[in-house]
């Protein structure tokens, strides 16, 4: 029986070359140009009933980054071998890779040999192939929540520092963040029932000199059900990191972050959220309800490096209407300074 290699990479020359060689060595293709493609074939092997003999992927992809894919595809499907092939490989790479356990990794350009030895040292390892269909798809129980973004503006800048100690340590406000931009603070609302959200606005109403509140309810996605199925399993695959304590919280990154509210063609949504969703630099996508469609939080080491990647990555995606960005201020510091300002 041949073998079935996965093979995911953007460059379609490339792609083209590997799969005539590898059909020459008896192994059957499935070409992919991205690591959301490659996903939703994954998938479709697991419902119906197909094996894979290995996964060969590109650690730079136009939609996930590789080293990503490697974890969602170890979580879900830990006996398929991964090989990663990349023209930016380094020590640390190499390191890393072999810390998710993948299984081989290839410097570009390679030849068909190194190729092909690596190949056979993988079936080594691997005496037996995974069918996905016989994953354990079972979902956990998870306990239902609402989740609500409140934006909030002030008339006067002296009622920030107050608003914001009284705020962060308010019972139902799960992240509360000083931001710059449209708004002066922005907080993410957790309750069982939308009442309790409702009943927390009320609260929040009662600040001096606020001046307007806009509220957005999280609501789920609506998505095709294998698009759905992938989603899952990555969010599965970074929470067992971040139990781990080897992915960045959003809320521990070193760097500097910025909340981007988009305005959205409804009928783009389902091309242009996995987009989004599989972006580097997102660290969270949320689709909302009210005056903003979908709320990001992003993240990298410099303001300017975040609205070059909002100018270049997000703002030409085919459906995006318009862009706000509200950085993210580190209250506590501001207040330390503006203390050091008064007492001196």
């Known amino acids: 029986m041949e073998k079935r290699i996965l093979l995911i990479d953007d460059e379609p020359a490339l792609r083209r070359n590997l799969t005539m060689f590898l059909l ?4 059957e293709v499935e070409p992919c140009e991205s690591g959301l493609k490659g996903l939703n074939k994954l998938e479709m092997y697991r419902k119906t009933g197909l094996s894979v003999d290995c996964v060969i992927t590109d650690l730079r992809l136009p939609d996930i980054d590789g080293i990503k894919l490697l974890k969602v595809i170890k979580n879900k499907y830990p006996q398929i071998p991964v090989i990663i092939i990349s023209g930016y490989g380094n020590n640390n790479i ?62 006067n800048s002296n009622s920030l520092i107050p608003a914001f100690r009284e705020l962060y340590f308010m019972d139902n406000i799960l992240y509360c963040d000083a931001t710059g931009g449209n708004y002066d603070i922005i907080l993410l609302l957790q309750g069982n029932e939308m009442e309790e959200i409702e009943k927390i606005i009320q609260k929040i109403k009662k600040l001096d000199d606020l001046e307007d509140i806009d509220l957005m309810t999280v609501k789920k996605p609506v998505l095709d059900e294998n698009l759905t199925h992938i989603i899952s399993s990555i969010e599965e695959a970074l929470q067992k990191d971040k139990l781990k304590g080897e992915y960045i919280n959003d809320r521990k990154f070193p760097g500097l972050t910025s909340y981007v509210l988009l305005e959205i063609e409804r009928e783009k949504f389902e091309n242009l959220y996995p987009a989004l969703y599989f972006s580097d630099n997102v660290v969270s996508c949320d689709v909302t309800k009210g005056k903003y ?10 303001f300017e490096e975040i609205r070059k990647i909002i100018s270049e990555k997000i703002q030409p995606l085919d459906g995006v209407i318009r862009i706000k960005e509200c950085p993210v201020i580190k209250m506590f510091d501001c207040e330390i300074a503006l203390s050091e300002k008064y007492y001196s």
């Open 24 to 27: 020459q060595e008896n192994y």
């Open 94 to 155: 190499i390191k890393e890779i072999e810390t998710e356990k993948g299984d081989g990794y290839l410097d570009k350009p390679f030849t068909s040999e190194e190729l092909t030895n690596l190949l056979k040292k993988v079936a080594e390892k691997h005496f037996e192939t995974i069918t996905p269909g016989k994953i354990n798809t079972e979902k956990k129980s998870q306990e239902k929540t609402i989740s609500a973004y409140a934006m909030l503006r002030f008339r």
């Open 293 to 302: 469609d979908i709320i990001l939080l992003l993240q990298a080491q410099s």
